[in-house]
């Protein structure tokens, strides 16, 4: 069994550890999130083979990468690092020559300069495959990551206290990339936080979903996917698929055995927004999900909507820090929880937003304790039941 390490963004460490104990992949009983090995977030530890790399990656939908811990060892000195670190199962995940790309995270220890820390990592692994690699800087992995392009193997390096943590990526581009999202609206909502926006919103799979502010569509996409057992990962590769361990049949099973989960019909789900190009790329990204059959998609104000029955709202309306910047959006928020009370009373809403004053001229009683990242903006994500007027 490897060690495993799911890297969420801040505020999704639980809902990721959720979806890891539906698959099985967590003990029930382990409920203490870890500190993460990468920059970019929290995350869970968990434990498993190749086959829970490739579930993990193909399911999880709160998650950004899957890390698997390559070693630990304490290193005070360039040569021993170089030393150490060469000593580790490199070809595994590497063939000879296959470029790398190294990110480093040092705290208190005598190796703090990075770049020199990643330096002597791309040479242990030359050393230990008897062949250089290519070390690509973050940067242009950066660039290759929003283009699309295959990207080198990444290698995350974290030392703390002179203890060196040596990860190697299974996902590849971040896992929020399901390959679906080619239009985007403005302010586009990742993947992964819609996803755990629904989870954290306690939606039953069953019940309606209402999102009036639905932009490229994010929210009810990945809500459809969810209702209808859609793997997140189905329509994309990893970075797991270069190992020389990799295996296409094990993998081809895993993705058969996906299918019979998925069910023949969803619940409503009722997506809308005022503007008539955001709706339209909503709509091709949901062809491309292959959901927008399950979909109710129309260009409606947020006064204009029509929901039935009782269900869940879950939204992203605008809050100024990128989209309508610099207008008063006190009367949209005023305006929402006024239409909310009037058509949706005993609704369950989960409303995203960056502003605390914003979410009190709804007039909802909101639970405002969950904590979220939303392209680098601190964000709220408000919960209650919709009272009625």
């Known amino acids: 069994m490897e060690k495993l390490f799911a890297v969420s963004a801040p505020g999704l460490e639980s809902f990721t550890a959720q979806e890891l104990r539906q698959l099985g992949l967590l003990p029930s009983t382990q409920l203490e999130l870890k500190q993460a090995v990468d920059v970019e977030g929290g995350g869970m530890e968990f434990a498993g083979d190749l086959q829970a790399i490739y579930r993990?990656?193909?399911?999880?939908r709160t998650a950004n990468r899957v890390l698997m811990r390559l070693g630990e060892f304490y290193a005070a000195a360039f040569s021993e690092l170089r030393k150490k670190a060469g000593r580790l199962a490199w070809e595994r995940y590497l063939k000879p020559g296959q470029p790398v790309a190294v990110r480093v995270t040092c705290h208190k220890s005598r190796l703090y300069?990075?770049?020199?820390?990643?330096?002597?990592?791309?040479?242990?692994?030359?050393?230990?495959?008897g062949q250089p690699v290519p070390l690509q800087k973050l940067q242009l992995q950066k660039l290759d990551e929003d283009s699309g392009g295959r990207l080198p193997q990444l290698i995350v390096v974290r030392l703390v206290h002179n203890l060196c943590t040596i990860s190697v990526d299974s996902s590849g581009a971040l896992l929020y990339r399901r390959g679906y999202r080619l239009a985007t609206a403005k302010a586009p909502l990742r993947e992964s936080l819609a996803a755990g926006m629904i989870l954290a919103s306690g939606w039953d799979l069953d019940s309606p979903l209402l999102d009036p502010f639905c932009g490229s569509g994010t929210i009810p996409i990945e809500a459809a996917q969810?209702?209808?057992?859609?793997?997140?990962?189905?329509?994309?590769?990893?970075a797991f698929m270069d190992w020389p361990g990799f295996?296409?049949?094990?993998?081809?099973?895993?993705?058969?055995?996906s299918q019979p989960k998925i069910r023949s019909s969803i619940p409503k789900i009722i997506a809308s927004d005022r503007d008539a190009g955001a709706v339209e790329m909503a709509q091709a990204n949901a062809e491309r999900a292959g959901v927008a059959d399950q979909i109710e998609f129309s260009c409606r104000a947020v006064s204009a909507i029509e929901p039935t029955g009782a269900g869940w709202v879950v939204t992203n309306p605008p809050y100024g820090l990128r989209v309508s910047a610099n207008k008063d959006l006190r009367n949209l928020y005023a305006q929402l929880g006024n239409v909310l009370r009037a058509k949706c009373p005993g609704w369950k809403a989960a409303i995203l937003c960056s502003d605390l004053q914003l979410l009190g001229q709804t007039g909802l009683q909101l639970d405002t304790s969950l904590s979220l990242v939303n392209g680098g903006v601190a964000v709220k994500l408000a919960r209650g039941v919709v009272e009625s007027q």
């Open 56 to 60: 993990a990656n193909l399911t999880l």
């Open 226 to 238: 969810m209702a209808l057992g859609i793997p997140a990962g189905s329509a994309r590769r990893f």
């Open 113 to 129: 300069h990075s770049d020199a820390v990643a330096e002597r990592i791309a040479g242990a692994v030359g050393d230990r495959l």
């Open 247 to 257: 295996d296409p049949l094990q993998w081809k099973n895993l993705l058969a055995d």
